[in-house]
């Protein structure tokens, strides 16, 4: 499977960093001497990805900017025999980078929808900002792995296995059958956002990384905008149950939450020494 395009929804406000991200976005915090969205770009170059789509809210130009070029720059560093420090600034040259703007924040789906003229890859990844993962292989990786053991690869997502106290902040998939070749690798017949506990299907929480088809941009404004008016790609995947395939994969490695201060002191740990 090649796949050539990737949407970052990074619109979010990054409320749990105030007063920090009144200034800086989350997504240009540290993690050893790259910010978090490097980290992600990064996960998509490593599996040939060169057509990387922003979805940003205003105020947040600072993140494609990270990766534009600097020409000034560029012929001062020359200047100064500093090419260790130039070869670092021209790596994403060779990446074809694209801007979206959400302007309201109505849900993870609503900000994919806004790159759905862009997407013309068949699938298209995506990689929110708030999961990295550590291992040998990325999240992203993984998924593409694993939906080469799928025939029919409609849409595959990264999956962990969570305690089952904590399934009201996940997504939580329904299993309908484990891969033979793979255990890791589940057909799904369901998927509930944030269910209690004691109604959970299974302990299996989705995180931060998809596959996805290009129908599930068709779906996308059909879904009814419940849950506070916000539009989920959750929701999209399931109306296309019975229609396309629809997989999980249970990563390995470790998963790192970047969303919250005390994660983020995490990541910076793990990261930071591999």
């Known amino acids: 499977m090649r796949i050539t ?23 240009l915090l540290p993690i050893g001497n790259e910010p978090i969205i490097a980290h992600l770009v990064n996960e998509c170059l490593a599996v040939g990805i ?45 990446v074809d980078f694209h ?25 298209v990844a995506i990689l929110f900002g ?3 993962f550590s291992g040998a292989d990325p999240g992203l990786a993984q998924l593409i792995k694993a939906a080469s053991l799928v025939e029919n690869h409609g849409a595959i997502m990264a999956l962990e296995n969570i305690p089952r106290e904590a399934t009201e902040r996940y997504g939580i998939v329904e299993v309908e059958s484990v891969h033979p070749k793979d255990a890791r690798l589940k ?5 509930v956002e944030k269910p209690l506990p004691s109604e959970a ?13 290009r129908s599930t941009f068709a779906v996308l404004p059909t879904i009814a905008a419940s849950h506070g008016g916000e539009i989920r790609l959750i929701d999209a995947l399931t109306a296309q149950l019975g229609t396309i395939p629809i997989h999980g994969y249970e990563c390995e490695g470790k998963r790192l939450d970047t969303g919250t201060p005390k994660g983020y002191a995490e990541a910076v740990r793990v990261l930071s020494h591999t």
């Open 201 to 213: 299907p299974s302990t299996l929480g989705i995180v931060g990384r998809y596959l996805i088809p």
């Open 5 to 27: 395009q990737a949407i970052l929804p990074v619109a979010g406000l990054g409320t749990r960093f105030l007063p920090w991200t009144k200034v800086v976005p989350k997504e």
């Open 99 to 123: 801007t979206v703007y959400q302007e309201e924040q109505l849900g993870d789906g609503h900000a994919i929808l806004q790159a759905a003229d862009w997407v013309k890859s068949e699938p």
């Open 187 to 191: 057909k799904l017949k369901g998927m």
């Open 50 to 94: 060169t057509e990387i789509c922003f979805v940003i809210n205003r105020g947040k130009e600072s993140i494609p900017q990270y990766f534009y070029s600097n020409p000034q720059l560029e012929a001062e560093l020359k200047k100064r025999g500093k090419l260790h420090h130039l070869e670092e600034l021209k790596r994403y040259d060779e």
């Open 130 to 132: 708030d999961d990295l």
